[in-house]
């Protein structure tokens, strides 16, 4: 066929975009097939005649579409290209063999492939049923017919098959004038008010559209739409057309409504659009038209959860009223600019709606539409009701490369619910319409809940230690340095501090302060404190003397147990001071029997300070219930029991708490690491190495440092648990190569619920981008929660409420700030249950695992701390030099949270950000430091005079250049290109301060690290925080390597990055061959 020499004609509008899309897409799904119900005794010579005329009678049934030179886009060319009518017999096949035979061929035909240069455009296929009985497939690609087409079909076969010239029809429209004035109207003066229209509207929430379980399942970016299908009660329909009239509306509005409220809810917004489909035959002379009419049009609504179902109803009634009036306005550019997006070229959700046409009569045969497929449009889901005489079948059209079936199918039953919800209550506010099952209720509260479990519910902490110490007396408990307790002489010791406190007047719900270094005396001391019935308040002696103030202040503690070489460092306070060292022979000469039992579960256990919105920390009281039930829910679920436990978190961090008492109260030795050993790699490797340690709890970030250096010193773990920050998939993979046999586990838990509340066991194979929190551990509950405390669906986002028996009693000194956090179980089946509200988000996943997705409020986990943004601006605003501040977190390159201060400064002095971290340091713990800082003139506002943190400036560069010094000598080259790859620079100058290049104590750890490698010497890792300069760094080197006449690395940098990824991959190799 000679194309070029053809008469071609523009493509309309709706052809054009249907025609790039399948550029793009590269499927054959865009078409419009039915099969027609025959019934009457069929000549199939008249009704192929019948079609023949058709064919003739409409011009866009033999078009194609060839693309002539020189031209991007195709034509539409007029062909006289006869029907051909196929034809099949399967009355031989019973009634189920038939059915299943229709089924594959109407799957057939939705796959043919179209040739649009060439071929006949119009598919036909006749199917014998039996003598009275046929079925005719007609299939058209969606750039020649739409759905209405389809119908207008059926209507015109019945016509020209009763009489093949008849005077009832005029002549038809034909496809290629209405493209023609279709392009016309678009630049025509007339349409100018409905450009406008569409010109105001705001389709940019568009671009944040992504429903919860929206996955890319293949990297195929065609277009595969599949369905699913379900049918709505004929008395639920019946109440949904008496409501319709009531409020002057349909009921194709009232499912819309519907769908529109579920995507709102599913998605997190309130402003939503779909694609409303219109069939485009908005004048007389268009409705009897075969051809590509149809579009979906963005239909914009505001769903605020405040607002009645009626009043959205009404709303959404106008709404469609006005995009039908203004259709032949709408251009996809408009959409394409308002979302900033050339491409996107398809609204990711549509609705359409279709009333059961009549049958039409031939004398006594009858032609009806038996099954129909049209997709005219892409759509991530589309929502299709068919109003049938006596119910109406919702069709959930999905692509599938988006979306499994299982969670199409739980979107169906939500849609049902919602429906259902509004019918029966239209003056409800819409965030009062129900969206989940019974079924699926059931799940989220019940099934995914079932952790019941006994524990020894009147017991507390240390009469399990006690337990413990009977049972193995002479077993080692304790160790540290070159020091270790047998669990009979840790248990005496305690024992005589014990009496020694009550002595003094410690009793049950006494706050007793202990401020120590990491050795024997804080186990001991700790432990004595729970036996004389107080509860220990943890006092880190590396905090500031202000926190450290606030904390003795807050709890009016009467005693305060430390050290004499600590004595003279605490801040000014009223408590009764006990040093452990120089006191002990005063209280060596107390009893070693355990005391009478004077504590009830219910009394204190401890109280943990964490980080306060209000620019104080609050204390978080746990009570012996809490803390019996966290320890032997940990030691049940773990498997693996407890033979040697390395304690890296400082005794003032809530993990402690899991590392002290799981392993006293199983009988494994509890290893304390030297102050400030937990952030020397290379030290802290060996001594898991040397101490056997079988079980460790670490920042995954920090467990990552220690895989990266030597793993073949990390044999020993047979538990790893990674909790504090999320853990990445590339760790988990990491592990599962070098340490195979041994078990990694995630956990997740607030302070305020005593250190864990849900649990992940880490497998080798993990298709996740982020890995799970896991599933709640014993006797506790988690509930995902939306703002209105209602349970959202599986995959739905929510906040995070945890109820059971690791709660907390509260927090210290504020009642009110208790209520608003913990308040009444509404789902619980016992009195006095208690909810805490987290602030975190997550989503239950389908396998009942809880995928974390962050915070609802300015609370933040930087290295495993949680941190909350207004304490640290409350502190850095009380400087002097600062007007204003806001404190964001955000990730730097490596995908690690970091701390940004942005601030407006009442004058601006040249060393501001120095001067400010050392300010700082005096009263925030180092985590709580903000890596940088940045100077802003004005801080940016909201119209209601807030700070508007969305649009804060990205941090700039540093000015590497400002002050710049080159490093000089081989050790300040050394330790520059180690900085330059760590802090991710390009260059550094021996005069930068490390802190202030965004460098924190993590960073440092690794920089340790790799000088420890190189300089082949043991470097105290404090050394490197006292000279955060390379020069001060270098020069404190050199003057203790004086002794060597000069430096000489023991490898070169780059030779021994090559060594260890050798080392690593034999130990791979090794692994591999040791499990063939």
Known sequence: MQVESMEGFQLSPQQEHLWLLQQIDKTEAYRSNCAILIEGNLDINNLELALQNIGDRHEILRTCFPCLPGMTLPVQVITNRKLKLDTHNLSSLNPQQQEAKIEGIFQQFNQLPFDYEQNSILQTSLITLSPEKHLLFLSLPAMSGDNASLNNLVQEIAIFYLNQSPNELSEPLQYADFSEWQNQILEAEETALGRNYWRKQDFSAIKNFQLPYEKYLSEKQKFEPKLVSSIIAPELIVKIEVLAQKYNTSASIFYLTCWLILLSRLIGQSEMIVGKAVDGRKYDELKKALGLFAKYLPLHCNLEDNLRFSQILQEIHKSVESIYKWQEGFTWEQISSDTKSENLSFLPFGFDFESEEPKYFADNIAFSIYKRYSCIERFKIKLSCRQRDDFLSTEFHYDSNLFY????????????????????????????????????????????????????????????FEEQAERTPNNIAVTFSDEKLTYRELNARANKIAHYLQRQGVKPDVLVGICVERTLEMIVGILGILKAGGAYVPLDPAYPKERLAFILEDTQTPVLLTQQQLKESLPAHNAQTICLDTAWEIIAQESDENPALKTCAENLAYVIYTSGSTGKPKGVQIAHRNLVHSTTARITYYQEAVISFLLLS???????????????????????????????????????????????????????????????????????IVAGEPCPTELVQHHHQLLSETSLFNEYGPTEGTVWSSVYHCGSQQTRKQISIGSPITNTQIYILDSHLRPVPIGVTGEVYISGDGLARGYLNQPALTSEKFIPNCFGDRPGMRLYKTGDLACYLSDGNIEFLGRLDQQVKIRGYRIELGEIEAVVSQHPQVREVVVIAQKDELKDMRLVAYLVANQQPAFLQSELRRYLLDKLPEYMIPSAFVL???????????????????????????????????????????????????KVGIHHNFFDLGGHSLLMVQVHSKLYQILNRDIPIVEMFQYPTISALAKHFSQQLEEKPSFQPTHDLVETRRESKKQQRQLRQKHRETNQ
């Open 405 to 464: 079936t299982k969670d199409i199918e739980g979107l169906a039953e939500q849609f049902h619910k919602l429906v259902e919800s509004a019918a029966n209550h239209p003056e409800a506010a819409i965030s009062e319409l129900e969206i989940l099952s019974d079924r699926h209720l059931r799940q989220l509260l019940i099934e995914f809940n079932q952790t019941q479990a006994n524990f020894p519910q009147d017991k507390c902490i240390h009469r399990l």
């Open 650 to 720: 400082s005794f003032a961090f809530d993990s402690s708490v899991a590392g002290i008492f799981w392993t006293l109260c199983s009988g494994g030795i509890l290893c304390l690491p030297q102050s400030g050993l937990q952030l020397e790699i290379p030290k802290l490797l060996e001594l898991i190495a040397q101490n056997h340690v079988s079980h460790l709890l670490s920042l995954p970030s920090l467990y990552a440092l220690l895989l990266e250096s030597k793993p073949e010193q990390l044999t020993s773990l047979r538990t790893v």
């Open 936 to 986: 802003l003139k004005e801080m940016p506002l909201l119209p209601n005079g807030k700070i508007d943190r969305r649009v804060l400036p990205d941090e700039p560069q540093l000015n590497l250049e400002e002050n710049f010094v080159a490093p000089q000598t081989e050790l300040e080259q050394t330790i520059a290109t180690i900085w330059q790859e760590v802090l991710h620079v390009e």
